[in-house]
């Protein structure tokens, strides 16, 4: 089992930044994949950023430039940075993990409980 923990959302104006963080516990995988995804109101979930732990990230074309995931192996944590945010980064941000087998997913998607990210114009 494996359990999400996020922190770091809040309110900022547009323009603003913000720091989201996630750690992971229980059984992580040593090839894992994590990420953050957003679910605005009204809206499906879609994918941020995904971080593997052996290399490689991956950004939604809405937050290239503006948006950089990281991880920290050793403390099993992902973190997105978020600079010049706009009003419509205002969303529920949820972490994500998953297992790999030779960088292939080969676990179920484990989700956090989201945090919540306002964006005021």
């Known amino acids: 089992q494996v359990q999400l923990v996020e922190s770091g959302g809040g309110w900022v104006q547009a323009g603003g930044s913000l720091r989201l963080s996630c750690v992971a516990s229980?059984?992580?995988?040593?090839?894992?994949?994590m990420g953050w995804y957003r679910q605005a109101p009204g809206k499906q979930r879609e994918l941020v950023a995904t971080a593997s732990s052996i290399g490689g990230t991956n950004y939604a074309d809405p937050v290239k430039g503006r948006f950089t995931i990281s991880r920290d192996n050793a403390k099993n944590t992902v973190y997105l940075q978020m600079n010049s945010l706009k009003p419509e980064d205002t969303a529920v941000y949820y972490c994500?993990?998953?297992?790999?087998?030779?960088?292939?997913?080969?676990?179920?998607?484990?989700w956090g409980k989201g945090t919540l990210v306002t964006v005021s114009s």
């Open positions: 994500n993990y998953y297992r790999n087998y030779d960088r292939i997913k080969s676990g179920a998607d484990v």
């Open positions: 229980g059984s992580i995988f040593s090839d894992n994949t």
